[in-house]
């Protein structure tokens, strides 16, 4: 197998682009049903030993943060700087990483009652915001990975655009669950 | 022109033979057995959709075997038909027209107005000499308890659940999913169905939930008399499910009253 | 033997290298077996130990489980075909040329849609077979196959489950639609071919866990998984769940494929208006799966969790209604995602059959399009018995009025059919007999949205009948019309007139007779779930059974006939049933690519006014359009 990756053309990068884009509207649904799930089990009760920063706010801001360096690469891949690039993603990383730990972390140590109906709610919340959080984190790795081996440049980068539309999915829908369980 | 009217006459004469059909049997039975004034309601509902829908499937049913036997290709070519046309603003007008009216008038009769039926006799004012009956549903077993008259759990000789109810009356039934035996357990209760065959109405059971059904019975009959006078569970609730019964007696006032003293007897023994 | 054919990006490789290698499919399952004993013992050894530590717990089999499928898909090709190249490693995978092609991942759509129809098949065998178990069970009053009632009840729940997810929605849109659409469009590929691989090894897996359930344990909720017994059924109901996972990731991966083939991989002249009446059926289809597949995943993953951990949900502290809302949501456009690929096979296989321009054309995508809209407004009309009044009235008229949408399908065919010339083929007989069928099912329908009516049958065996009426009567049927309407597509083979026609016939009587009697069976007071009933009903049922039996008999021999044919079949020409769908215009079967010359389309597909092909002539070579 050659090094030589076919650039792809407009009508392949629109396919591409439509594809994800069903694909992510279709996975906008289980956040729906989640934030349903919420207020018909749980009302809008909020559990006062709930960690506000932990499973909360802090995965929040590092999602949309991250956000910031997935993009930026995206830039450089569209004009060569694959160096720049794979360092914006690199971070990205790091932040996602830390993210996912946040995020999850209720699920090791929480503080309210798991078995009553925003502990419940919140767990399957974290526990479905991580799965996601996971995927795109797999997803950012294989572009990481495919990068440095040279296989992302400025004709054929849709991996790079594709991890930015799933990291900013991502970090949306884990803002819309944030404000359902604690401010709603 | 000729095949239209071939057509018509055949379409005719099935509907008619259809309605005949559709007759016949709403002067039977469609329900089978019915015991309670909501049965009769629901039955003629069931009758009048048949009796309006006869022509609407007559029409289908006659379309596809008149077009599969009237144009059929003859011969082994494959030959193109000499008729073609991609559209006809009248039949389809007329079609969809058709089809919007019936639906509409299926909405207000039977839907609509047998609801309308249905809420009124939920109606508080209208139900102020009930007879209320406390249905508890548990798994595997059907608990009756009749509040009025202090019996906690009306049970035959054997024990076994049994339902007596007075006839020409209206019943209030008050269903509950929960296990009295095993209070200490909040998870136990699944959701089951109450369903008396003859009755016309069931409904389901949700644990946490109150629901009540209104039956008015209208005549004198007993799971001896028809075995679709029993209570039945309709919902799965477990490998139990179908163990789930109860007979239903519907009897005379004095005999429901005579059944309430030996039932308070029973209790007190 | 088999010959290095292509590597998986299209190209010949530059250099024939042979690694020694298991077949695929035994390699997935080694892979899967040491995946689930690591993972499996990680969680119930390790991080999860549980009282009296046994081996299998149900957190461990879910993790366990996980692990596999993924072995399994890694196993099958999907390592050496996605994941290692993703991650920057593109690697050779041989494919051959020979029936192997069809036991290992493959990005040909032929080659996938060809997979998916086997497993849909291998899938109702299974299911049906379930069925045989049941109807026979129902013979006797008495318990006389089963030993208990929940063995019963959980091979109620794997033929509801089998069938809806691995038959129903996938015999005509991850079979049918993967193989055809491409070729349909003018396409020589379809537009994501790497996913669709890996969609349709999740089939197999995901028919396996659910009828692999009884050995975790008994479940008693049937296929809508009913909460709270659900979460208090035995631990059998964890492989429901999961299974209908795989199954429901599978459709969804065929929804985006499909979709986007459409979309994108159109030919020129190929404009919207142009648009074949099947592709419409699977971009309705495909629309509906995209929403609702991820709505029933997330519902089902709510009560795995109730399942396992277990999280009261659905219990009576928590909401039972809860569950049966997010499902219902997802049940009732479920049907629909059955039943309209048989809508738009009707108006797609008839003017074909009898030569006739498409009556009405835009009138059948409309009814399409609107039957998927209100599809998602109905849902309710299964809760009457457990809403307030308040709520009926509304469903009861969506509910009504999703008529007007499908009487669009039957506008368009009368019309196409009356002053045909209709060649009574058997894939036009099975098309009839599935239009009569679903004109009762539909009736019926009509009948239990009037919620006075629906408060007396619902939950009995007439529920029962409807339904079957609806997906055996309409989607089964047009899946055998549409096995020998495609049979010379994917053979170049004819089968035999007689047998198909003898074979129709058999079974429309057989299922009539069973399914009719249903009805009956409900209003005469029978409900469902019940392995063990009141002696009055036993006489009907054992006819039923006995009708039963007979129509399973009738759709094996279906089948092997259809088998036969595959292999001994009379050699027919490429287009037998001169139809001017563009499938139609390239070799029986396709050669090493659909189109040697993309086509390009210069009129509508249906319009029989005309000998005129609906496609420019290949000015490139000496023979019509398509390989040799």
């Known amino acids: 197998m050659d090094d030589v990756i076919e650039p792809l053309t407009p009508k392949e990068l629109r396919k591409n682009r439509f594809g994800l884009l069903l694909f992510v509207t279709s996975q906008l649904v289980p956040t729906f049903v989640l934030i349903n799930v919420r207020f018909m089990l749980a009302d809008d009760d909020v559990s006062a030993q709930a960690d506000p920063l932990l499973g909360g706010l802090l995965p929040v801001l590092l999602f949309l943060l991250g956000a910031v360096p997935v993009w930026r690469a995206v830039r450089f891949a569209a004009v060569g700087s694959t160096d720049r690039m794979r360092r914006q993603l690199a971070l990205a990383g790091v932040v996602g990483v830390v993210g996912l730990i946040t995020q999850i972390w209720p699920l090791i140590h929480h503080r309210y009652d798991a078995l009553a109906p925003f502990g419940e709610v919140h767990l399957a919340s974290v526990g479905v915001g991580g799965f996601f959080t996971l995927v795109t984190l797999i997803l950012l790795y294989s572009v990481i990975a495919r990068a440095g081996r040279g296989q992302v440049g400025p004709e054929h980068y849709w991996g790079v655009e594709a991890t930015g539309f799933v990291w900013s999915f991502n970090a949306v829908s884990w803002l819309a669950i944030y404000i359902v369980m604690f401010w709603l | ?269 | 033997m088999s010959s290095i054919a292509t590597d998986l990006l299209g190209d010949s490789p530059s250099q024939t290298h042979r690694r020694p290698m298991l077949p695929p499919v035994v390699r997935g399952l080694i892979w899967a077996l040491i995946a689930f004993l690591v993972f499996n013992t990680l969680i119930s050894e390790v991080l999860d130990r549980m009282p009296y530590h046994p081996f299998v717990t149900r957190a461990s089999v879910t993790v366990g489980w996980v692990a596999a499928v993924c072995a399994w898909l890694l196993g099958v090709g999907v390592w050496e075909g996605v994941v290692k190249p993703s991650f920057g490693f593109p690697t050779l995978w041989e494919t051959p040329t020979d029936w192997r092609k069809y036991f290992m991942y493959s990005t040909d759509h032929r080659v996938i849609g060809l997979q998916y129809i086997f497993s849909s098949i291998g899938g109702f065998m299974i299911a049906g077979f379930a069925a045989m178990l049941m109807r026979l069970e129902l013979m006797n009053q008495n318990l006389w196959v089963f030993s208990n009632p929940g063995a019963y009840l959980s091979t109620v729940g794997i033929h509801g489950t089998v069938m809806m997810f691995s038959v129903g929605t996938v015999g005509l849109v991850g079979g049918f639609g993967n193989y055809l659409i491409p070729l349909m469009v003018g396409s020589n590929k379809s537009a994501f071919p790497r996913m669709s691989g890996i969609s349709q090894w999740l089939v197999p897996a995901g028919i396996a866990t659910v009828v692999l359930s009884p050995v975790l344990g008994q479940w008693t909720t049937g296929w809508r998984g009913y909460e709270p017994l659900a979460s208090q059924d035995p631990a059998g109901i964890v492989f429901y769940y999961l299974g209908v996972f795989a199954l429901t990731t599978s459709s969804l991966m065929v929804a985006i494929n499909l979709t986007a083939t459409i979309l994108f991989k159109r030919a020129p002249g190929l404009t919207w208006n142009r648009i074949p009446m099947f592709a419409w059926g699977m971009l309705t289809v495909s629309l509906l799966n995209l929403i609702w597949l991820p709505e029933i995943q997330m519902a089902f993953l709510l009560g795995l969790l109730g399942a396992v951990i277990p999280f009261p949900f659905f219990t009576q502290v928590g909401s039972p209604l809860t569950y049966l809302e997010v499902f219902w949501l997802f049940g009732h456009p479920e049907v629909y995602i059955v039943v309209v690929p048989a809508f738009a096979l009707w108006q797609e296989i008839l003017p074909v059959m009898g030569q006739k321009s498409l009556f009405a054309r835009q009138w059948g995508i409309i009814g399409l399009v609107f039957v998927m809209i209100l599809s998602g407004m109905v849902w309710a009309h299964h809760m009457f018995t457990n809403m307030s009044n308040s709520q009926m009235l509304p469903f009861s008229f969506f509910t009504e009025i999703i008529s007007i949408p499908t009487g669009f399908a039957y506008l368009v065919v009368i019309g196409t059919l009356w002053k045909a010339r209709l060649r009574l083929t058997t894939p036009t007989l099975l098309i009839l007999m599935s239009m009569f069928n679903f004109l009762i099912g539909g009736v019926t329908g009509v009948l239990l949205a009037d919620p006075v009516v629906n408060l007396q049958v619902h939950d009995s065996f007439f529920v029962v009948a409807h339904f079957h009426y609806t997906i055996i009567g309409a989607m089964i049927f047009s899946w055998f019309a549409a096995f020998y309407y495609w049979l010379p597509k994917f053979t170049g083979r004819m089968y035999s007139e007689r047998w198909g026609k003898v074979l129709s016939v058999w079974i429309f009587i057989a299922f009539n007779v069973a399914f009719l009697q249903m009805f009956l069976l409900g209003l005469h007071g029978m409900n469902r779930w019940v392995p063990v009933y009141p002696a009055y009903l036993q006489p009907m049922n054992f006819q039923v059974s006995l009708f039963a039996i007979l129509l399973g008999i009738g759709f094996v021999l279906h089948f092997l006939h259809i088998a036969w044919m595959w292999w001994h079949g009379p050699r027919v020409e490429e287009n037998p049933w001169r139809s001017k769908t563009l499938e139609w215009q390239t070799a029986s079967p396709p050669g090493e690519e659909n189109f040697t010359t993309i086509p390009t389309v210069v009129r509508g597909f249906y319009d029989y006014s005309d000998d005129r092909s609906a496609v420019a002539v290949d000015v490139h070579s000496d023979a019509p359009k398509g390989a040799r």
């Open chain 2, 1 to 269: 022109m000729a095949d239209i009217v071939g057509f018509a006459v055949a379409w005719i004469v099935t509907s008619a033979l259809g309605e005949l059909g559709v007759s016949a049997v709403r002067r039977g039975s469609i329900y089978y057995y019915t015991a309670s004034n909501q049965a009769l309601d629901g039955e003629s509902a069931f009758g009048f959709i048949l009796m309006m829908l006869v022509p609407v499937v007559a029409f289908i049913v006659v379309m596809l075997l008149y077009n599969m036997i009237r144009f059929r290709a003859r011969g082994k070519e494959i030959v193109r038909s000499h008729v073609q046309f991609y559209t006809n603003k009248t039949f389809v007008t007329v079609w969809i027209a058709i089809s919007v009216v019936v639906n509409l008038l299926f909405y207000l009769h039977p839907t609509a107005s047998a609801l309308e039926q249905m809420f009124n006799g939920e109606e508080a004012r209208y139900n102020r000499q009930d007879l209320i009956v406390n249905v508890t549903a548990r798994q595997w077993q059907w608990l009756f308890n009749y509040p009025q008259y202090n019996i906690t759990q009306a049970a035959d000789a054997n024990g076994n659940s049994v339902m007596f109810l007075p006839a020409d009356r209206t019943i209030k039934f008050v269903l509950r999913s929960y296990d009295p035996f095993h209070t200490y357990d909040a998870n136990a209760g699944v959701i089951h169905g109450f369903w008396v065959p003859a009755f016309g109405l069931k409904q389901d059971i949700i644990p946490g939930e109150t629901r009540y059904l209104y039956i008015h019975t209208n005549k004198i009959t007993s799971y001896d008399v028809n075995p679709m006078v029993r209570v039945q569970c309709t919902e799965v609730c477990g490998p139990g499910h179908p163990f789930m019964e109860a007979p239903v007696h519907v009897v005379s006032a004095r005999d429901f009253q005579k059944w309430i003293v030996s039932q308070q007897k029973q209790q007190q023994s």
